[in-house]
């Protein structure tokens, strides 16, 4: 389990990363300026980063759905495992109160004078 944290934690990063670096339609991106052509190869930044952004993007959704399964598992299962549900007790009315809990309690023996 902390494993998948670990990993999406990692990817979230780095894919908010690599779709930063990529060119937009006007400019070249903003990492790497013009130079971005020479550090990709030829044909540019747009093969690699696509082609990255959609391996960390089913990696993503991919940790995102197991963490989310592996929640839900866990908030489902029970505490008490292999017992009995306890059977419901028939309602029976209220018991009245005692009568002799409305008297005040009595009072404790005053101590006697003292003697001359």
């Known amino acids: 389990m902390t494993i998948f944290i670990i990993l999406h934690l ?65 908030a489902t299962s029970s505490v008490i495992r292999g017992d009995e549900p306890a059977a419901q007790a028939p309602a029976t009315p209220a018991a009245e109160p005692a009568k002799d809990a409305a008297k005040p309690a009595a009072e404790a023996p005053k101590a006697d004078a003292p003697k001359k």
């Open 10 to 74: 990692l990817v979230c990063c780095f894919l908010v990363l690599v779709i930063l670096l990529q060119p937009g339609k006007g400019d070249a991106g903003i990492g790497f300026g013009s130079s971005s052509q020479s550090i990709f190869g030829s044909k540019g930044a747009g093969n690699f980063l696509t082609k990255t952004t959609s391996v960390c993007a089913i990696v993503f959704l991919s940790t995102s759905f197991l963490l989310t399964r592996e929640r839900i598992q866990e």
